[in-house]
């Protein structure tokens, strides 16, 4: 296992990993049912509990080619709290499959404006986009089984690998007014996933506490590498999100203290624990957070989403801090 970790890091250079800073609360001592409570109570109440919003819009990339390390369901949960907790989010469902669409309960049948007219550019993305039901501020961009031809399409069109960016313009997304951009990647490394790498300045990579999760590592962080090296130079790791954590295996363990140890203050302090509520939600078009807001992996998905949301806020101010410093120095 750790020569598949080392494999990975050592395959590209630091450049496509990025910097992160850990801000974690524990749960204070209190039992596990005064914590499902308290964290209900914080997905219920969410004007007690607000989030800090980016000083910049940040688009996000939900990448990694191995099905069901929790990708889809991490995108639409971190974006549902980050939603119900003060920041306007759009997700991009840019997976053929539409599991992203049917857990924001947005209508994804074929013929719903979706991303493939987008990325065709018959639609903007205002069009395209969809208010959810349970959150005014978290708005979803479907994927219809049209996007599953989409990559045949987009072989003989011009600028085929910046389709997405093209579409994620800043006017356009000054017009849907968001905060955070998430795009959920189909589980490969073709032209979509391509689109989504060239479109993000950041990637947040899903890894599942076992094994097999870490072996296609490798192959991501070349890929985001040579995106970065020719399409896309601000293209960076900035986030990794342990998944399906069981506290009854050692491998669990093992796998997450081997991801810490090699990626550092990349990987986000909360683990998301497996959770039924977590696989239950989807199937009644909702994220985890409405659907069960007491369960654990509510609570898990809601601490995660703050973690990643105080990150950043330290890291700017930090950056604001060393730029008044250089002024002040020069003055």
Do not use: W
């Not at 690998?161 to 490969?188: F, G, I």
């Not at 989403?305 to 604001?320: H, Y």
């Amino acid at each position: 296992m750790r020569e598949a970790v080392s494999e990975a890091v050592s395959t590209v250079g630091a450049g496509v990993l990025g910097a992160g800073e850990v801000i974690y609360g524990d749960g204070g001592g209190m039992t596990p049912i005064a914590e499902e409570a308290a964290r209900a109570a914080r997905v219920l109440h969410p004007e007690d509990h607000r989030m800090p919003r980016p000083a910049r819009r940040r688009v996000i990339t939900v990448a990694n080619q191995k099905g069901g390390v929790g990708k889809t369901t991490s995108t639409v949960n971190l974006a549902a709290a980050l939603a119900l907790h003060g920041a306007r989010v759009l997700v991009v469902d840019l997976d053929p499959q539409g599991n992203a669409s049917t857990a924001l309960g947005v209508d994804h049948r074929s013929g719903v404006p979706s991303i493939y007219e987008v990325l065709i550019g018959e639609l903007t993305l205002d069009q395209a986009a969809q208010v959810c039901d349970r959150s005014q501020d978290l708005l979803c961009v479907p994927a219809t089984i049209d996007l599953a031809g989409a990559e045949i399409e987009l072989v003989s069109m011009m600028n085929r690998e910046s389709r997405l960016r093209q579409a994620l313009s800043t006017e356009a997304l000054d017009r849907l007014d968001v905060d955070y951009v998430l795009v959920d990647c189909p589980p490969s490394l073709g032209l979509l996933t391509l689109n989504a790498m060239v479109a993000a300045p950041e990637v947040l990579i899903p890894i599942q506490c076992e094994y097999y999760a870490l072996e296609g590592l490798s192959q991501l962080l070349s890929n985001i590498g040579l995106v970065q090296s020719h399409l896309n130079p601000s293209l960076h790791v900035s986030t990794i999100l342990l998944t399906m954590y069981d506290g009854r295996t050692k491998l669990a363990d093992q796998v997450t203290h081997e991801v810490r140890n090699h990626f550092g203050d990349l990987v986000l302090r909360t683990v998301i624990p497996r959770s039924v509520k977590v696989s239950e939600a989807p199937g009644f078009g909702q994220t985890v957070l409405t659907y069960d807001p007491g369960s654990r992996g509510a609570m898990s998905y809601l601490d995660a989403a703050r973690e990643f949301a105080m990150r950043a806020a330290v890291a700017e101010r930090r950056t604001e801090s060393a730029a008044a410093s250089t002024t002040g120095d020069h003055g």
